[in-house]
């Protein structure tokens, strides 16, 4: 690696408060990898050092480079590499490890989309679908409690995690010492010729020292993880080096001030695409493709025509067929509606006249599943003590999209009938009765009771944008009251703390990105309803944490998977949450709107950017005719992106024959997010569906871009123009209904101007 400017010798200790070991260690594969042996050697210094290394007969060279970053100082890359001079090593892997001696527990320690705060919580050890069992753990006001995951420990006893550099959406460890208000990262590539690495961050007893390493090939010693099973023995296999081997591994570490945890996470996000290169967006499908694709799905495989209804998947299989929120329901009609033909909305009118009254629940809430028609389910039937825990989310997303189709079909011409609106009013009342009693809206509440069964957590995150919504439609001030205080005491109990959780219905309290994400939406349309500002600073806040769960880089995948061979791309995916560790296409399950509003109110463009990510990336994911995915059905949309081996190595880079709420959630980009956005004043213009923008002349009058399409399918793109000081206007809802639009067939190009 080549010295970008010429720097002293480097000393880790001086500089970054820490002891640098290179190592070796031995297994033994058939005792579940425990270490039998093992040797290392302090780097003290860079600046091409050498230092040998013995281990079981084997001599090994260490050479060790670094190469300070330029002059924005986003850290200091280093390459080391290993050696074998002579002998052999049998069951072995290198390790590089950073031993902290100034070390607290007190230190925030993030993993993306691995581990906030260490996953230092009370945790249970609860099969997959995990709901809390004991009765201490029940109630309104307890502490989060997490599956049994990788985490560090909330109290005494064994403090490590070990992860493999696929399960984040970045590898990399870094913690927050709020004590000395300083941030660290270490971030490394995804692996080398050796596969990828094994991460790991470990305590000792007395909490006062910690170690963070990097191994490879990944190595976890005893355990590794499947899905609620953190005692899963390490299937890892180590390797045989032989003299003349030789392995490298290249990292990165930055260390800065941060006064505030929001400090850490601002640079997160400067840094996240520090180590790899930069994506260039592939076209695949473009999205007009993708809705025709799914719309006929939707009526053929997802309509109930004796009952009139959506089911969310496969109706044999529970919470299939009917779920008001999280995975469809009453969000799939929403796109539906906007951009279906004239039978697809008469499917949508048929849904809302089965819901209304027959979904709300004796509490006032919308039941929280339902089967067959007929039959309402208050929550998991399958554990009888839950049979009536209703996932409080489910609720605020009912409220969130319906209210979205009451303001369209005002634009549609169609009547919103009475029922309609006393139901969604009797819900959005029930929320207002629950904020009152408990001052929270808790994660599960009882179906006929309305009483909060497990309390805490931001699974209600998306209820202040649904009370800001139902507050301008109904009328009723009071609503944007409990909005605002709502969404202000999960900014004070979480966001401040770098927490979200309980978003999804089947991972206890886990960290996750789905929760993050509607907090965003919400503190948007708090700053839209009263123009105060620190709503909108709180949105941007909200962004940068929630990007730790976006991934940032392109996922090598085993070359004969199905996403290898079918070329995906897993920046912009984002992954789920700490339990269920994959990564998924899209949000769930929202457009990312609230970024596009963010973007439009701030100017920043690594909202924009963000977004553009992760809504160019879902089409990839379809199975679509003049796009095979593997044998995946054709409209199936698998949510699940592999990138670790929660479910099985065999599991990493395949799709399942899954129909899935990813489908949902491309729809609401298709009607949410523009195809194209231009601002010609700015010069900007920025392609969110799967076509090419290319600026090809510029001037003080005009803006001339080439927009072409390499994709099989004729595409409809919308472009969405506006001036920078338009941008700074409220958006309105379904703004996108009106929006012209540009066909440019299969292998075609379009030339189009815009005045300044």
Partial sequence: MAR????????????????????LRQYDFSRQNVVTASESVVLKTFGDSREKINLAGSRWKILAKDEFAEADRRGRRFEITFRCERGKLKQAAIAIEFEFSDWSVKNYVLLPAAAYNGNRFLARKIPYSPKLFFPQDIGANKPVIITDVPRLNVSQGVSRIQERSGSMSLPGIGFHDLKNKRGFFLFTKQGNHLGDYGLGIEETRDGKRAIISISSPVMRELHSYRICDHEFPSLDQPRDFKAGDEVKIEFCICEFSAPKLQNFFDKFT???????????????????????????????????????YYSVGPRQIFLQDWQIGWTGGMISTYPLLFAGD?????????????????????????????????EWIGGDIRKPHTGNWHLIRKSGDGVFFIIKQFLLMKKLGITVKPAWRKGVKRVCNALMKLWKNHGQFGQFVHSLTGEICVGGSTSGGI?????????????????????????????????????SCGGPGDALQNPDSESWYALIESYVALFEATGK??????????????????????????????????????????????????SAPGLCTFSGLGLFKLFRATGDRFHLEMLRDIAFGLPQYLPHPRRPLGDAKPGWMCERVNMTDWEGPERIGETLKMTTWAETSLMLTTIEIPGIYVQPDKSLVIAFDNVAAEIVSNDAKELAVKISNPTPCDAVVRIFVESSAAAKSVLPENYLLKCPSEKIPHGGSKLLRFQK
């Avoid at 008469?346 to 089967?371: M, T």
């Avoid at 507050?471 to 004070?492: I, Q, T, W």
């Fill in 270 to 308: 400067g840094i996240r695409k520090e180590l790899s290169p930069p994506t260039v967006p592939r076209p695949v499908l473009p999205f007009s493709a993708c809705f025709e694709l799914l719309e006929k799905k939707f009526n053929r495989d997802n309509f109930v025509t004796k009952h009139g």
């Fill in 342 to 374: 004239a039978q697809t909305r008469k499917n949508v009118i048929r849904n809302f006249d089965w819901l209304f009254p027959n979904g709300i629940a004796p509490s006032g809430f919308f039941w929280d599943a339902g089967r067959n028609g007929t």
């Fill in 463 to 499: 209820v202040p944008a649904a009370l800001v919504l139902a507050a301008d439609y109904f009328g009723e001030k009071k609503y944007l009251a409990v909005a605002e205080a709502s969404a202000e005491n999960f900014y004070r109990e979480f966001t401040v703390k770098g927490l």
């Fill in 4 to 23: 970008a400017n010429k720097q002293p010798a480097f000393h880790p200790e001086v500089s970054f408060g820490f002891k640098l070991r290179a190592g």
């Fill in 533 to 582: 500002n620190v709503w909108l600073n709180r949105a941007a806040e909200t962004s940068r944490q929630f990007s730790t769960w976006v991934v940032a880089y392109d996922f090598q995948f085993p070359p004969n998977s199905t996403f290898a061979k079918a070329g995906i791309r897993t920046t912009g995916s984002v992954y789920a949450n700490t339990q269920n560790k994959h």
